[in-house]
């Protein structure tokens, strides 16, 4: 294989992988480096401080400027614009912000990365996006500003009664597990019980409240740490993520449990006005059992499994 740079192209950078090709009137600077088996297309411009991987695809209309560092895979739509400064001034030259985008991930046409931005490994941004705060991996972005919408490679459950959720296979031992509830004119009691309902017995609990509709939380595993969530009023959705396979399911009961083992990635998003969410835990609070960045997680779920 070798490189295609086309006539009316203007490729200064020696620093091109193989099976890369440059199309009409691109612009590449000398210090700029492009992987193998990538696709600039016409009307690109690529400034010094750009490192792109393998098979990267960069339609019309891009320009890619200093501090952009973009992983294998990626597709990044036409006329998509990425910045560097926050806070531009002419004639001011500041060190550009470092703009990461991860393996697998696509930014639709029109989009608009802020400086300094994460996206994460086969996160999605849609066309006409406004990304103002990082994607996290797998993520759905959409609007102005960009809120996540969805999750990709998800299989959603539909909602349905306790008892028929229960029977739901979850990824990584996760299960909802349907709670006791008696309902009367004078309202609806729920009960869980420790070694009944929860797997664990209890050393912490706390409430989760007031979350506009378009915030997320949690987005973390737990190296030790069991936990069991309960909606108690309204409703939200939760990502259950091995690894591997990833599931969202709906709390919308309190009649009904979600059981999460220790190494699950856990996403809670599209809580209603009105939901709380309660969380037993079976450890004391510890900052040092939190998984945060999604990478460590898939590596400590794969040492589990050699282990």
Not at 138 to 146: E, I, Y
Not at 236 to 254: F, Q, Y
């Amino acid at each position: 294989m070798s490189v295609f740079v086309h006539a009316q192209a203007l490729c200064e950078s020696p620093h091109l992988g193989d099976g890369t090709r440059v199309w009409a009137f691109a612009h590449v600077l000398p210090g700029a480096r492009i992987g193998r088996d990538c696709n600039i297309c016409d009307h690109v411009f690529v400034e010094n401080d750009v490192v792109l991987g393998d098979r990267v695809t960069v339609k019309c209309g891009v320009q890619l400027w200093d501090g952009l560092r973009v992983g294998d895979d990626v597709f990044i739509g036409p006329n998509a614009t990425f910045t560097n400064d926050p806070s531009p001034r002419s004639k001011q030259h500041r060190l550009p912000l470092v703009t990461a985008i991860a393996s697998g991930a696509s930014i639709g046409a029109n989009a608009t990365i802020l400086p300094g931005m994460t996206i994460g490994t086969r996160a999605m941004v849609g066309a006409g996006a406004v990304v103002t705060h990082p994607v996290p991996a797998r993520a759905v972005v959409m609007g102005n500003p960009a809120r996540i919408v969805g999750y990709v490679d998800t299989q959603a459950h539909p909602k349905s009664e306790p008892a028929e959720a229960s029977k739901r296979e979850l990824p990584g031992g996760a299960r909802l597990v349907p709670l006791g509830s008696f309902v009367d004119l004078r309202g609806t009691l729920s009960v869980a019980e420790v070694q009944g309902h929860v797997p664990f017995v209890p050393s912490r609990v706390f409430f989760v409240a007031d979350v506009p509709g378009r915030e997320v939380r949690g987005e973390h595993a737990h190296r030790k740490c069991q936990q069991f969530l309960i909606c108690v009023r309204g409703t939200l959705s939760v990502i259950v993520d091995d690894g591997r396979t990833r599931h969202e399911v709906a709390l919308d009961s309190p009649a009904l449990g979600l059981f999460l083992p220790p190494l699950i990635w856990s996403v809670q998003y599209r809580f209603s006005e009105d939901a709380a969410l309660a969380v037993l835990a079976s450890d004391p609070y510890d900052a040092a059992d939190y998984v945060r960045d999604y990478d460590e997680f898939l590596a400590l779920r794969a040492g589990s499994a050699r282990s």
